[in-house]
């Protein structure tokens, strides 16, 4: 079965500082990774993908996520943080699937919060 | 244009009440889905739609929650005999399926209390 590690509950950043939101992932073979964002009583807002290519992948609002095969990790990235980054950020797993529908697992999310 | 739009946005009931939930896809994507997200967790899955047909409902808690997609574009998600513990964040999201690398469009979800 596939699941998504998110270890730190909060991520607390200066603003214009880098930060980053950690997630490893477990699941056969090489899979799909999401990351979306979840502001206030707002539903999930797409981020980033991996799909193929390369491992860094550049998304919306100045992230980036990078893909580590050996550590089955795809931690988020953002070189200067803004206080409106803050937000509730969920990463996700999808496997490959020789066919067919293959189910998208969540992390329990990380609570970012950017201190002005 | 238009995103996925889910309503009520917010919706009270008491034990043991029936409730309907709705969603209206992103035009054109014929891969619909449900979630449930509990406080303080992720989505968590619960039905898969390929058009009209349930493809996968494997995450239905059970046989008191039931989804229907008649016209393979709105989605009612339906609860019988409503219990507290079906409090929670009901989302729906939409796609154009691609071999598992579509996207999943989020609606801003239905806020369910079971009082």
């Known amino acids: 079965a596939q699941s998504v590690a998110q270890p730190e509950d909060q991520v607390n950043v200066a603003e214009g500082n880098p930060l980053t939101v950690k997630c490893t992932y477990s699941?056969?073979?090489?899979?799909?990774l999401f990351w979306y964002v979840q502001y206030p009583n707002r539903g999930l807002q797409f981020l980033l993908k991996?799909?193929?290519?390369?491992?860094l992948v550049k998304g919306s609002y100045g992230f980036e996520a990078e893909f580590n095969k050996s550590q089955t990790s795809f931690h988020l990235k953002k070189p200067s943080a803004l206080v409106s980054d803050s937000a509730l950020y969920f990463c996700?797993?999808?496997?490959?699937?020789?066919?067919?529908?293959?189910?998208?697992?969540f992390g329990t999310g990380t609570k970012l919060q950017v201190i002005p | 244009g238009a995103g996925v739009s889910q309503t009520p946005s917010n919706k009270v009931t008491e034990k043991g009440k029936y409730v309907e939930l709705r969603c209206d896809p992103i035009?054109?994507?014929?891969?619909l889905y449900w979630y449930r997200q509990s406080l303080g967790q992720g989505p968590e899955f619960l039905i898969y739609?390929?058009?009209?047909?349930?493809?996968?409902d494997s995450g239905l808690p059970n046989d008191r929650f039931f989804a229907v997609r008649p016209e393979g574009s709105v989605s009612t998600l339906k609860i019988q005999r409503t219990e507290r513990g079906d409090s929670a964040v009901y989302l729906c999201?939409?796609?154009?399926?691609?071999?598992?690398?579509?996207?999943?469009?989020f609606g801003p979800g239905t806020r369910l209390t079971v009082l």
């Open positions: 699941v056969s073979g090489n899979p799909y």
């Open positions: 996700a797993v999808r496997p490959r699937g020789s066919g067919g529908y293959q189910k998208v697992t």
């Open positions: 739609f390929q058009g009209t047909g349930a493809a996968d």
């Open positions: 035009s054109g994507h014929t891969a």
């Open positions: 999201a939409s796609s154009v399926p691609y071999g598992g690398q579509d996207t999943q469009y």
């Open positions: 991996y799909i193929t290519g390369d491992n």
